[in-house]
């Protein structure tokens, strides 16, 4: 049983090394990788590296051939679009749906939020701004209790995470903008004011634009 969860664990945590590396780029797209390599970088043995790079397949984030090696993917402009669109979609409704409901303890949630996400901006922590950008999204999906909203937004939470991080390498000084955007949509949802639903909505699609910029 030991051995068994041991490897469960390794095959857990090479999954984890290599998404890091793809999502901030140190494995960039397009690079072509070997099995060894990642041995070597991972200082682990080929089966769990094999097992993790099953699931980053069936993800969308290498590509595993036979005669190239694993290859790291690139995300589309088409598939940047759709997924921000898709995403636009569901979070205005989650706004929707929150308006006019929020009480006393999310709303404390979502300011607090906004207060740790105020101080990283400060430091320009690319890192840390994308994993407090994408908790205020997530808090409001929960707030508005729609689970199967919550499993589709989750199931892109890492490529949203990507793209965030390359918006932000591109200049880190959006993520002043970005933040802004959130402390607007709160105050407007703490006032009951419907105009939240299309500052949500511009929001993401003037993100999706800058992301060509």
């Known amino acids: 049983m030991e051995g068994k969860g041991t490897g469960i664990l390794l095959k857990d945590i090479a999954y984890d090394q290599i998404k890091e590396r793809i999502l901030d780029e140190r494995f960039e797209p397009g690079r072509f990788l070997s099995e060894r390599e990642l041995i070597e970088i991972l200082q682990m ?6 097992n993790a790079l099953t699931r980053l397949e069936s993800e969308g984030f290498v590509t595993v051939s036979s005669k190239q090696g694993i290859i790291i993917n690139d995300l589309a402009i088409n598939r940047i679009i759709d997924i921000y669109d898709l995403r636009t979609v569901l979070e205005t409704y989650n706004v929707q749906t929150v308006l006019g409901r929020l009480n006393e303890e999310q709303s404390d949630l979502l300011l607090k939020n906004l207060r740790e996400t105020e101080a990283i901006v400060k430091t320009l922590d690319i890192k840390a701004f994308c994993k407090a950008d994408h908790e205020f999204h997530l808090l409001l999906c929960r707030f508005a209790g729609n689970g199967e909203v919550y499993r589709v937004l989750m199931n892109y939470q890492d490529h949203l995470i990507r793209i965030t991080l390359r ?42 634009k800058k992301m060509f910029l």
């Open 45 to 50: 043995s080929k089966t769990p590296i094999k």
């Open 167 to 208: 918006h932000l390498r591109k200049d880190p000084h959006r993520m002043v903008g970005f933040w802004q955007d959130h402390v607007e949509i709160y105050e407007l949802l703490k006032q009951g004011k419907p105009e939240s639903i299309g500052r949500m909505q511009e929001h993401l699609q003037s993100s999706k």
